[in-house]
């Protein structure tokens, strides 16, 4: 490499800097190309070298043909190289392109793919829900007609009740939906029940919720909420178990963690409020806007309305 950079300085023109054109010897043994060295000497007036400012013995000096030939062999080796080397870059370029191409038939090929299980796997899931559906719809048909056989018209009224308790889920704030719950009472009439426990069907997992329990005159009952996963033999009410409720025992009244509350009246309607994320259940008497009490607790699995009545007759 340092050998061919001084192999161009000995072939290039001290006026033009460039490689001889047609190149001419002094006296002084300094070259130039010939049209340089005559448009010099035309601009200075005076025939000097233009290296060593020598005067030239000569108006017109003969054309070196071993110099010329040598810059002319080493113009078309660079001008040779010169090509060479742009089609080398143009075979890389077409090289890095095709490989792009390549790669990118290769990413929309798994694209594709991945799109194609997405859709199957999303067809499976469709079915199966349609499934449950009919299966639900068929199960709800069967307790229909098996309530009206009794003359219960326990669920006349079950796709209103079921679009208002949705509508009641998905407030941000809570408040109250008016006729959100089945009033068990004025639907089952007079049935003797020894004891009866209620979960909601509908469960919560995020924001805020409230539901109003209309309790009356019943001596004893349970109200609140109980986790997805609670054990349902579990005789203990206490958030050891994941049950949070007010309870109400002939006149006496206890919190969450089973500690007496002192009321001013009997409670008739107990509404429930459940902020999810904070993690906190409170019981308010809706009559008076009175809060009873307030639990914090982590919730971390689904939560669902439970309601439990004692020994009585429901009229």
Partial sequence: MAERALFERYLSCHVCSETFRDPVSLSCKHSFCSSCLQQFWKDAKIKDCPVCKRKSSKDRPSINLSLKELADSFTKRKNNSSCETEIEKKKKKKEEVQFLKEEEESRLAALREEEEQKGKTI?????????????????????????????????????????RARAQSSLSDPQLLSGALIDVAKHLGNLNMKYTTVFGSESFSSGKHSWEVEVGDHPRWIVGLVKESVDKKVESISPEYGIWCLSHDSGEYTDVVCETVTVKKSLKRIRVQLDYDRGEVSFYDPENKTQICTHRETFIENIFPYFSLGEAELN
């Fill in 123 to 163: 067809s499976r899931e469709m079915k199966r829900i349609e499934e449950q559906i009919s299966s639900l719809s068929d199960s709800i048909c069967a307790v229909e007609e098996e309530l009206h056989k009794h003359n219960v018209s326990f669920l006349s009224s079950y796709k209103a009740t079921q679009t």
